[in-house]
């Protein structure tokens, strides 16, 4: 059966906005997908075309640049393109730095970077994950020593970071204070264009995210003037980093669902035009069964991601029901295109099908934005 896939928190505007997204990932994006695939990152010139059209940024306020809107039209940028499979602009992680300058940094910082973002004439990545810490934030090694001027000078490495290839600035975490722990940690504003010291490693080999520009990043004694401090004030950065986390896991559930949405559609197209044993495959009770599953937990998940959306718009998503999302939504992200990429049979073990790509790009779910064994520490916390 095909999917009721209205939003409780849809309006006529956010359709006709949702006709644009489409659009624009129909001309834009898809044509593009193989190649940028190949290469490990989409270029400069989407992230410009998608500025220029307002799709980034969109919930950021208008006096900055932004479209002025809520977080209902960022989930639907990220839902169309998580239907397809489509990794490689990565609006999320650059929405998230926007935030962070939204709600974090002075009003310097804001009127900055935030317009130049919202066109696209710079990308925005953060520096949290160093090769030896992982979610264990607390233990990073990159440290900014204050200089007599007031500026920084900043030295470390980070891994796994998204945008890092085409980023033109870098949240970066760091220690100020290596004698304070958490309170010892901020959050440093880095320029990459004519940055003295700052290198960018190689775009990483992953099982999946393929066109996404993942990337190590080092940082050799680079100067970071003292406005580059984010929000001002020296030891803020893991209060910072704990304010959105909210906001970045909701995505991931967001965008987990909309994949299984995608997942279950291209599967039932697939099953009722291939044929086994003289009929098409759509017809055996196995495969009704399985999307009979697939099918109730979408819409289940479904009630309770809306639910979510509305308490981000109306400010009353917490932490831990926002941990949920996070853990439920990419656990059932995989079990449902695992089940899916077995329906397809040996076609479901090729790169050139949509659940194949999308089984791959599953996989990180569960493990960025905090791993699954994080999220249940997380909300048992709550209980």
Not at 190 to 216: I, W, Y
Request: proline share 3%; aromatic share 8%; net charge negative.
């Amino acid at each position: 059966m095909p999917l009721d896939l209205t939003r409780s928190w849809t309006d006529p505007d956010l359709d006709l906005y949702r006709d644009t997204v489409t659009r624009f990932i129909a001309t834009e994006m898809e044509p593009d997908d193989a190649a940028a695939r190949q290469r490990g990152h989409v270029g400069h010139a989407l992230w410009r075309k998608a500025g220029t059209l307002g799709l980034l940024c969109s919930d950021i306020p208008e006096a900055y640049g932004g479209g002025g809107g809520d977080f209902r039209h960022e989930a639907v940028f990220y839902e169309e393109m998580a239907r397809r499979s489509l990794t490689g602009l990565n609006a999320s992680v650059h929405s998230i730095v926007a935030h962070y300058f939204l709600n974090h940094g002075t009003e310097a910082q804001r009127q900055k970077y935030l317009p130049r973002m919202a066109r696209g004439e710079i990308v925005g990545a953060i520096a949290m994950t160093e090769p030896g810490t992982g979610s264990d934030l607390q233990g990073i090694r990159t440290r900014a020593e204050k200089q007599a001027d007031g500026s920084y000078r900043l030295n470390g490495s980070k891994t796994f970071i998204s945008n890092g290839f085409l980023a033109g600035v870098v949240l970066v975490v760091c220690k100020t204070n290596p004698q304070e722990g958490a309170r010892g940690t901020s959050i440093l504003v880095v320029d990459t264009d004519n940055c003295p010291g700052f290198r960018v490693g190689r775009v990483l080999d992953k099982l999946g995210l393929k066109a996404q520009d993942t990337s190590e990043l080092f940082f050799d004694d680079v100067r970071v003037p003292a406005e580059g401090l984010l929000g001002g004030v020296e030891g803020q950065g893991f209060f910072q980093l704990m304010a959105d986390l909210p906001y970045e896991r909701l995505i991931i559930g967001v965008t987990a669902l909309a994949s299984m949405e995608g997942a279950y559609q291209a599967t039932l197209d697939y099953v009722r035009e291939r044929k086994a044993f003289g009929q098409p495959i759509a017809n055996f009770q196995n495969t009704k069964f399985k999307l009979a599953e697939i099918a109730t937990q979408i819409l289940v998940g479904r009630a309770f991601i809306d639910r979510c959306v509305e308490a981000i718009v109306a400010g009353t998503l917490d932490t831990a029901t926002a941990s949920m999302a996070k853990l439920w939504g990419s656990e059932a992200q995989g079990r449902v295109v695992d089940e899916c990429v077995q329906l397809f049979g040996g076609y479901g073990y090729m790169n050139e099908y949509l659940v194949t790509r999308m089984y791959a790009d599953a996989r990180i779910q569960r493990i960025y934005g905090g791993t699954s064994e994080i999220m249940k520490e997380v909300i048992s916390r709550a209980l």
